[in-house]
């Protein structure tokens, strides 16, 4: 059965008494172009491991199955898990729990994450796979295009998401996918975002610190950096001044016109200073 053709996609359904659940954000990809930029975008061999999460009902899992070595498909959805089960592919785990809740070190060194990841958990799904010991070597994911956007932003419109991407990858988004390319079609515009992962992060900190000195940052992003930082790291106003003059950024600066440089240069100074 194709499962990109919508017709046959719904009697699969109906079938199997399924149909899409809104709450897991739920929507199939019923594009075949877009299914093969995604794979063509992994650039798989067979000593590839890959990890799929919320594989749906197996429309890109069965095209991955082709070109990589094993796969370990995450799918929360005990029935979807379970169809997805009956495909017999010799080169696929199929692990019913939720992502957020699957143990990262199980999957061997260098694996590759390949998803069209489930829309309302996207940003706790990158959170999760980059800030761990055990990061992926590369993630390919479809995604909303704002997100996407979010991710690979520049000094003026960073945000949390962005800097804690970049911080342990390098991000580009390679196309974007209309939602005629979904059943059920999805308000907004996707994207194929491809992420390659460092080695190890951009520069050495303490990672925790480093975040939370960021959202100190951004917890008020509307105001100066001089003043939501004050608030966030309680520490007085004249003080946060200081330490911005020695890293060398403007009294003016709001949270989100810094670089990740300048982030690197705020941290050394903020723990040389032992305040956060």
């Known amino acids: 059965m194709n499962?990109?053709?919508?017709?046959?996609?719904k009697t699969y359904l109906k079938l199997a008494g399924l149909k899409p659940n809104k709450n897991l954000g739920q929507h199939f990809l019923i594009d075949d172009k877009v299914l093969n930029e995604i794979v063509e975008t992994a650039d798989l061999n067979i000593i590839d491991n890959v990890l799929e999460?919320?594989?749906?009902?197996?429309?890109?899992?069965?095209?991955?199955?082709?070109?990589?070595?094993?796969?370990?498909?995450?799918e929360s959805d005990n029935n979807l898990a379970e169809i997805l089960t009956h495909y017999c592919l010799k080169?696929?785990?199929?692990?019913?729990?939720n992502f957020l809740d699957f143990d990262l070190a199980k999957m061997p060194k260098g694996y590759k994450v390949?998803?069209?990841?489930?829309?309302?958990?996207?940003?706790?799904?990158?959170?999760?796979?980059?800030d761990n010991s055990n990061r992926p070597s590369?993630?390919?994911?479809?995604?909303?295009?704002?997100?996407?956007e979010r991710i690979v932003a520049k000094p003026g419109?960073?945000?949390?998401?962005?800097?804690?991407?970049?911080?342990?990858?390098?991000?580009?988004?390679?196309?974007?996918?209309?939602?005629?390319?979904f059943w059920p079609r999805p308000k907004i515009d996707s994207a194929i975002i491809k992420i390659d992962v460092y080695n190890k992060p951009a520069f050495d900190t303490d990672t925790k610190k480093?975040?939370?000195?960021?959202?100190?940052?951004?917890?008020?992003?509307?105001?100066?950096?001089?003043?939501?930082?004050?608030g966030g790291l309680s520490k007085d106003t004249k003080f946060?001044?200081?330490?911005?003059?020695?890293?060398?950024?403007?009294?003016?600066?709001?949270?989100?016109?810094?670089?990740?440089?300048?982030?690197?240069?705020?941290?050394?100074?903020?723990?040389?200073?032992?305040?956060?």
């Open 138 to 148: 590369q993630i390919v994911a479809l995604i909303q295009k704002e997100v996407a």
């Open 240 to 276: 946060m001044v200081e330490i911005l003059s020695k890293a060398k950024i403007s009294l003016s600066s709001r949270p989100q016109e810094l670089s990740l440089e300048d982030w690197r240069r705020l941290y050394g100074i903020c723990e040389t200073k032992k305040i956060i």
């Open 3 to 9: 499962l990109t053709n919508l017709a046959e996609l």
């Open 91 to 97: 080169n696929l785990l199929v692990i019913n729990d």
């Open 53 to 74: 999460i919320g594989p749906g009902l197996g429309v890109l899992t069965q095209e991955l199955s082709k070109y990589a070595g094993n796969i370990v498909a995450v």
């Open 114 to 130: 390949i998803a069209n990841l489930p829309y309302n958990i996207t940003s706790a799904i990158f959170r999760k796979i980059l």
């Open 210 to 230: 480093l975040f939370r000195l960021i959202k100190a940052g951004f917890g008020e992003k509307r105001k100066m950096l001089k003043n939501s930082l004050s």
């Open 157 to 181: 419109k960073m945000s949390v998401l962005a800097l804690s991407v970049q911080y342990f990858a390098k991000p580009r988004i390679i196309s974007i996918v209309k939602p005629e390319s």
